[in-house]
């Protein structure tokens, strides 16, 4: 058995994951370059899906923070694909909206993001595909988990 010592000597798992992500999102920006947007590829997808998903809710989603949050939907704004529209119960809440300018790029972002994530699973069978994800599954439980124990 292998230590946890061990693997950090390799490569801390935070520092891996974080250079996949990026080599996932470069080859998700090379094939929307024809969008006038270069990132929030993501926030974009949740908010069609999201069905008046609220600011603080796609932070949640996100797992970010709330100004982090305004600087994504302030930046998608700008460029016409996301609206704030006052919720009709609690006008001090904003529910987000994609605009049509969005909802007629949705399929290019959908395939984009089939597209990365097959390259990134190329040559796995099914199984190591279910396994990777319960493995991503369970790391992040166990440091959901370590977070709010270090917290007490």
């Given at each position: 058995?292998?230590?946890?010592?061990?693997f950090?000597?390799?490569?801390?798992?935070?520092?891996?994951?974080?250079?996949?992500?990026?080599?996932f999102?470069?080859n998700?920006q090379?094939?929307?370059?024809?969008?006038?947007?270069?990132?929030s590829f993501?926030p974009?997808?949740?908010?069609?899906?999201?069905?008046?998903?609220?600011?603080?809710?796609l932070?949640?989603k996100l797992?970010?923070?709330?100004?982090?949050?305004?600087?994504?939907i302030?930046?998608?704004?700008?460029?016409g694909?996301?609206?704030?529209?006052?919720?009709?119960?609690?006008?001090?809440?904003?529910?987000?909206?994609?605009?049509?300018?969005?909802?007629?790029?949705?399929?290019?972002?959908?395939?984009?993001f089939?597209?990365?994530?097959?390259?990134?699973?190329a040559?796995?069978?099914?199984?190591?595909?279910?396994?990777?994800?319960?493995?991503?599954?369970?790391?992040?439980?166990?440091?959901?988990?370590?977070k709010?124990?270090?917290?007490?």
């Amino acid at each position: 058995m292998v230590s946890s010592s061990e693997f950090f000597l390799k490569e801390p798992i935070g520092r891996r994951l974080d250079k996949i992500a990026k080599l996932f999102l470069g080859n998700l920006q090379s094939s929307l370059t024809h969008l006038d947007i270069e990132r929030s590829f993501y926030p974009l997808y949740l908010i069609d899906a999201g069905n008046g998903l609220t600011q603080q809710e796609l932070a949640g989603k996100l797992n970010c923070d709330k100004v982090q949050v305004v600087r994504i939907i302030d930046y998608l704004s700008l460029n016409g694909y996301v609206e704030r529209v006052t919720n009709k119960v609690d006008r001090r809440k904003y529910e987000l909206a994609i605009t049509e300018k969005a909802r007629l790029i949705m399929p290019d972002i959908q395939k984009a993001f089939q597209q990365a994530t097959s390259a990134a699973l190329a040559g796995l069978s099914e199984n190591q595909i279910n396994e990777f994800y319960a493995v991503l599954e369970t790391i992040e439980t166990n440091l959901i988990t370590h977070k709010s124990q270090s917290a007490k």
